[in-house]
């Protein structure tokens, strides 16, 4: 008898299996949560997919382990970012009620770079290293949390990647998830051209903030609204002050360029390689006068 009231009332598991529809019943909250933007002092970018994959990076960086290797990052003037990418959160739209797994991912990676057996800590002149041979170092680890444990359950190392190429002047190589230079400093007026040498298309999305580089390494947020992680419509929206560049999907053995016609910090990254710590930053200073 009471088998019958529950299946004809329809809340057992299976009748309500044979009536869901992934596409329809299911919704999955998606849009990066920028928790720390990068700053000339402190170069780390960290976010996640949603509250509940942040949870994930808190519960990551007091671990010692973690900590460890966040320590021996900064220590090499690393680009550091934190990329909590899961748990993926959905919301049945029949009740509204959030679904998860425990399994949490957080993705830590790491970027510095060698000009001539030196380590690159500051931004310079296109002209000061073109022609001089560049190392491009990547460290990622991934990590496996259990976010309603509130505990780290595992730390994989993946291989260092090294990419060596020869400088080029006002050119960056979109190559393997890295941006070769990383960082560049130019005259107003410069041009500079993103090429890709590489077998995977890439983007240079970001907001160019026309102010003092003190001022705009805390400025707006690097990652604009509309960007083509999923499309090619090149944009170049401005505000006061504010200009957002998407250069669209550079294609492999295609390139982009744009002008800086003002002093300012352009803070970009490839939306597509985001979690590999594909970003990079053009700092823009007066034209010297004649």
Not at 143 to 148: G, K, S, T
């Amino acid at each position: 008898m009471i088998g019958a009231v529950l299946i004809g009332s329809g809340i057992l598991p299976e009748e309500r299996a044979r009536e869901f529809r992934s596409l329809t019943d299911i919704s999955i909250a998606t849009g990066m949560k920028v928790i720390k933007e990068p700053t000339l002092e402190d170069n780390t970018f960290i976010y996640a997919l949603n509250d509940v994959a942040q949870r994930g990076i808190d519960i990551a960086q007091s671990d010692a382990r973690v900590k460890q290797i966040l320590d021996e990052s900064k220590a090499k003037e690393a680009a550091v970012t934190i990329a909590a990418v899961q748990p993926i959160v959905m919301t049945d739209r029949q009740t509204g009620q959030l679904l998860h797994s425990s399994a949490g991912q957080v993705i830590i990676t790491a970027n510095w770079q060698m000009v001539e057996g030196a380590l690159y800590s500051e931004p310079k002149n296109p002209t000061e290293i073109a022609n001089k041979r560049v190392e491009s170092h990547q460290q990622i680890w991934n990590i496996l949390v259990d976010v309603d444990k509130g505990q780290v359950s595992q730390i994989a190392q993946q291989a260092n990647r090294v990419i060596t190429d020869t400088a080029r002047s006002n050119v960056v190589r979109a190559d393997v998830n890295m941006f070769v230079p990383k960082a560049l400093l130019i005259d107003a007026g410069s041009e500079i051209r993103w090429s890709n040498p590489s077998n995977l298309p890439h983007n240079v999305v970001g907001t160019f903030n026309q102010t003092t580089a003190s001022d705009a390494s805390n400025a707006n947020s690097i990652i604009p609204e509309n960007s083509t992680n999923g499309n090619n419509n090149k944009t170049n929206l401005q505000t006061a002050g504010v200009i957002t560049l998407d250069s669209g999907f550079i294609e492999p053995n295609a390139s982009w360029q744009y002008r800086f016609n003002k002093e300012g910090i352009f803070n970009y990254l490839c939306t597509i390689h985001a979690e590999e710590g594909m970003r990079g930053t053009v700092i823009v200073t007066p034209a010297a006068s004649s």
